[in-house]
C-alpha cells in the first residue's frame, strides 16, 4: 500500500448504528486529518492530530469521535449519526501541520 | 471578506488554449499556497506547492504567486478535456490550512 489509505469505501448506516473510518498513511508524516465534504459544499476541517496528540477540533457534534493511536493511523467512530451526516469523509496527511496534504480516497457515507 | 476567494465558475476553456485560475486570500502574513483537482466524486490530488513569489512550472502546469497583491494563480497551458475538475486553492496561515470552496474547469472539446 502507498498513500493514504482509507476503509470502508462506502458505508451506509441507519441513525442508531455504531461504526468507524479508518485511516493509514505510509508517506511518514506527522500531522493527520479528518475532512468532511458535503455535496457541492467547500472541504469542512473536522480534526487535525500531530504526533498523535489532537491539535484541532472545529465544532464537531460528539456524535463524531476521532482516535489516533499512533503516527501512521486515524480512525473516526460514529454512532447516533443524522441523514445531514451523509457526506464524502476525507483523511489526510502532511509531513507537519501546515505543510502540503495528501488525501486518501474518502468514505462515502450514507446515513439512513 | 474570505480568507480564501476563488470564482465558483464553471470556466469553460477550448480545448488546446490556457486555462488561468484566480484565487485570492485575506492573511498577508500567509506563507505557502497550494494547488489541488479534485475530479467528481473523488479526492482532492495535490498538483503544486508555492512558496515564494513568482512563477513556478511543473509540465504544463504554472502557479504563480503576488503576495504583494496577495493573489496566487494557476495556468493550465495546452488544455485537455482530462483537466476538467474542480481546483482548489488553499493557503497556509498560521499553520492552518484553509481551503478555498474550487473553480469548476471545463474544458470544451
Known amino acids: 500500500e502507498t498513500g493514504v489509505t482509507q476503509t470502508p469505501r462506502h458505508l451506509v448506516m441507519g441513525m442508531t448504528n455504531k461504526k468507524s473510518l479508518k485511516c493509514e498513511q505510509h508517506?511518514?508524516?506527522?500531522?493527520m486529518y479528518w475532512y468532511k465534504q458535503s455535496a457541492k459544499k467547500p472541504l469542512e476541517l473536522m480534526f487535525v492530530?500531530?504526533?498523535?496528540?489532537?491539535?484541532e477540533n472545529n465544532s464537531v457534534p460528539s456524535r463524531f469521535s476521532p482516535e489516533c493511536p499512533n503516527s501512521s493511523h486515524l480512525f473516526l467512530h460514529l454512532h447516533t449519526l443524522q441523514p445531514e451526516d451523509s457526506a464524502l469523509y476525507l483523511c489526510?496527511?502532511?509531513?507537519?501541520?501546515?505543510?502540503?496534504?495528501?488525501f486518501g480516497p474518502g468514505t462515502r457515507l450514507t446515513v439512513t | 471578506q474570505k480568507e480564501v476567494e476563488q470564482n465558483s465558475g464553471p470556466l469553460s476553456v477550448p480545448e488546446g488554449a490556457i486555462a488561468s485560475l484566480n484565487c485570492t486570500y485575506s492573511?498577508?502574513?500567509?506563507?505557502?499556497f497550494f494547488w489541488y483537482r479534485q475530479y467528481s466524486g473523488k479526492s482532492p490530488e495535490l498538483i503544486m506547492s508555492?512558496?515564494?513569489?513568482g512563477d513556478k512550472e511543473d509540465g504544463r502546469f504554472t502557479a504563480q504567486l503576488n503576495k504583494a497583491s496577495q493573489y496566487v494563480s494557476l495556468l493550465i497551458r495546452d488544455s485537455q478535456p482530462s483537466d476538467s475538475a474542480t481546483y482548489l486553492c488553499a493557503v497556509n496561515r498560521d499553520d492552518k490550512i484553509i481551503f478555498g470552496k474550487g473553480t469548476r474547469l471545463h474544458i470544451l472539446p
Open positions: 492573511d498577508r502574513g500567509s506563507q505557502s
Open positions: 508555492i512558496y515564494s513569489n
Open positions: 508517506l511518514g508524516h506527522n500531522a
Open positions: 489526510a496527511s502532511s509531513p507537519g501541520v501546515g505543510y502540503e496534504q495528501y
Open positions: 492530530y500531530s504526533l498523535e496528540e489532537r491539535v
